[in-house]
């Protein structure tokens, strides 16, 4: 039996362990958010930008990014402070909750990893991360039952604090998910290891470009020497060249294009009018249509009879959509109500045109402005989609010399989307304009292809493509799960993988 006085020093010493452990933990947080603060200042840029990229909290980055500094800092003085001591260990263990679950749930339930710390945590693996808050958040529980303590009252407050803390995170999740895919407020995703290059094939100038594909073959045309085909298998291994033969080439050829559509080959030039047909199996073409009056400044094939085209209306020069038919002899429908003027319906209309044949969509992306068209393969609107990034007008001043009868632009082009392509139904754009949160180094190092699922009229992600020695990316084709690029003189095969959450 313990006598009295042993009783009594058995309580000091657990009164005199408390108070020790108290303090101990209330230095072991003042150090960690110093710490940790400080190393988010130095490299502030850097962890704005991986909060950026966060599938939870993304939408947040810029408020979440400041107000965890601040915070951070104002707890470590609040620990300093006996007065304010109890106070900061509760917002500590509130901030540690958060951090914790907030790890918990970038591991087990999203595809996209970010890192947001600095100094040596940004060393610790996701899972030694959870771990170590896991350790720091049983340090602070204890700590606020020794201060203040082991009442119901205190338990209820810990449990009541970590659960706020869980659903703190599912509302931000919820809201930043929404914002982020229809609100628009241009944060990109980028999904850990979505996109990785596999193979690459050298070639012998900068001026090819994808004309198409067929089974198991990629083609390239040049646009110096048009009737030049260079073709390769889809792993990139193995090449083939053929050589066009036209029926009647006695044309004088300015803007000739090369669109392959199994089992045929098209070569089009707007500016003669001409439009050649021919098969795959013997490379040779006849003259599909000449000589019709129908210019034409862009084309999509849509199938061996139908081939959708840009063309500008006599009495404004405005661009207008139309398809030309050569069902039963030649035939033009135009649909002058999809592309929509805003300065002068000529630089401002101008922009790429695709066509998914496996879902007969016919899109239109426009150079300067987040807007797409949707159509079916008769050019009847389907939907009006936009891209990400927030540039709903033009920034173009246009002006017509009367002395030269041409139009030019008296000011730089501020391009939106560059480089586009479709799979499906799914649109992959490479666009020239850098989001919220971004790192300004990958730019310099990188194009980047935004992916769209027309489908459900959402953006799903977005994946890098690093630039080649010689060149950044110049055309794209995406063929099931591959990502096909020219950089420079390179040809690259990316493949995409199922955490980028496309059908493939």
């Known amino acids: ?48 930008a991986q909060l950026g990229q966060s599938a939870i909290i993304g939408a947040y980055a810029g408020v979440i990014s400041y107000s965890i500094i601040v915070i951070e800092l104002l707890v470590a003085v609040m620990l300093v402070i006996p007065s304010f001591k109890l106070k900061g260990l509760y917002i500590s263990f509130l901030l540690m909750s958060l951090f914790t679950v907030y790890i918990f749930i970038i591991l087990n339930f999203t595809s996209n990893i970010p890192c947001s710390c600095g100094g040596i945590l940004e ?18 529980g204890l700590a606020i039952l020794f201060f203040d303590g082991t009442s119901r009252r205190t338990k209820l407050n810990l449990t009541m604090i970590f659960l706020s803390a869980t659903t703190i995170l599912a509302l931000l999740n919820i809201s930043s998910q929404y914002m982020i895919h229809k609100e628009n407020p241009f944060i990109r995703k980028f999904v850990h290891m979505s996109c990785n290059k596999v193979s690459t094939a050298v070639l012998y100038n900068k001026n090819l470009y994808f004309a198409g594909s067929d089974k198991g073959t990629i083609y390239l045309a040049d646009r110096l020497a048009p009737l030049y085909i260079t073709a390769y298998d889809t792993a990139l291994k193995i090449r083939k060249n053929f050589k066009i033969e036209l029926k009647d080439d006695k044309y004088p050829f300015r803007s000739v294009q090369v669109k392959i559509t199994p089992p045929y080959f098209f070569l089009l030039d707007g500016t003669v009018p001409i439009i050649y047909r021919g098969n795959l199996s013997n490379w040779k073409a006849e003259v599909m249509m000449k000589e019709s009056g129908y210019y034409f400044s862009n084309s999509a094939v849509i199938d ?201």
């Open 1 to 48: 039996m313990l006598n009295s006085n042993q009783f009594v020093m058995i309580l000091n010493a657990s009164r005199e362990f408390k108070k020790y452990f108290v303090e101990g933990v209330s230095l072991y947080y003042i150090l960690l958010f110093v710490y940790a603060s400080v190393s988010k200042l130095l490299e502030f840029e850097n962890f704005q």
């Open 123 to 140: 060393k610790m693996t996701w899972k030694v991360h959870l771990i170590f808050n896991i350790i720091s958040l049983i340090l602070a």
């Open 304 to 504: 061996s009879v139908h081939i959708a085209f840009r063309t500008q209306s006599e009495k404004k020069g405005e661009n207008i959509l139309g398809i030309f038919s050569f069902k039963n002899g030649l035939q033009s429908n135009l649909n002058d109500s999809l592309l929509e003027k805003q300065i002068d319906g000529f630089f401002d209309t101008d922009g790429m045109m695709n066509y998914s044949k496996d879902k007969k969509l016919f899109i239109y992306l426009y150079y300067y402005r987040n807007e797409f068209i949707v159509t079916n393969d008769r050019l009847q609107l389907s939907f009006r989609g936009n891209t990400i990034d927030t540039n709903k007008t033009a920034k173009l001043k246009p002006v017509f010399i009367e002395k030269m009868g041409r139009r030019k632009l008296a000011s730089p082009d501020y391009i939106v989307n560059r480089l586009s392509t479709v799979r499906r139904d799914h649109l992959f754009v490479n666009s020239t304009l850098p989001g919220r949160y971004e790192d300004k180094q990958m730019w310099k190092t990188t194009s980047i292809i935004d992916v769209y699922d027309l489908s459900t009229k959402t953006y799903i992600s977005s994946v890098y493509i690093y630039n080649a020695d010689d060149g950044r990316m110049r055309d794209m084709m995406v063929l099931e799960n591959n990502v096909y690029v020219i950089a420079g003189t390179e040809l690259s095969r990316y493949k995409l993988h199922r955490n980028l959450k496309i059908k493939l």
